[in-house]
Nanobody
Framework: QVQLVESGGGLVQAGGSLRLSCAAS????????AGWFRQAPGKGPDVVAA????????YYADSVKGRFTISRDNAKNTVNLQIASLQPEDTAVYYC??????????????????WGQGTQVTVSS
């Protein structure tokens, strides 16, 4: 099992940017794919981005393509999510997750076996 801790959330004005970070513990982290989900009030978690174990492949939800960038540094056991041009609809709790990802499951919450506690992102208009 991998333990994940997110950071970097906060209150941002529309049009601003944020960089979310996810710190992982456990040497096995570098063998797992990782993803970022977000959950708005009253809704279920939605995937926004994912990355394979070696960073060789990234995936994005259509709604965030061009604004969100996922990256990872296995030497530091971190996964980052750079968010640009924030909009009020980006307001949500953002979660980092890890699992054995494939091209046909990266978008499914059930592919992820480890989850962080989340970090709140609030975008004011």
């Amino acid at each position: 099992q991998v333990q994940l801790v997110e950071s970097g959330g906060g209150l941002v004005q529309a049009g601003g940017s944020l960089r979310l970070s996810c710190a992982a513990s456990g040497r096995a982290f570098s063998t797992y794919g990782a993803g970022w989900f977000r959950q708005a009030p009253g809704k279920g978690p939605d995937v926004v981005a994912a990355i394979t174990w070696n960073g060789g492949q990234t995936y994005y939800a259509d709604s965030v393509k061009g604004r969100f960038t996922i990256s990872r540094d296995n030497a530091k056991n971190t996964v980052n999510l750079q968010i640009a041009s924030l909009q009020p609809e980006d307001t949500a709790v953002y979660y980092c997750a890890a699992g054995s990802l494939r091209v046909d499951n990266w978008y499914s919450r059930y592919a992820y076996t480890s989850w962080g506690q989340g970090t709140q992102v609030t975008v004011s208009s």
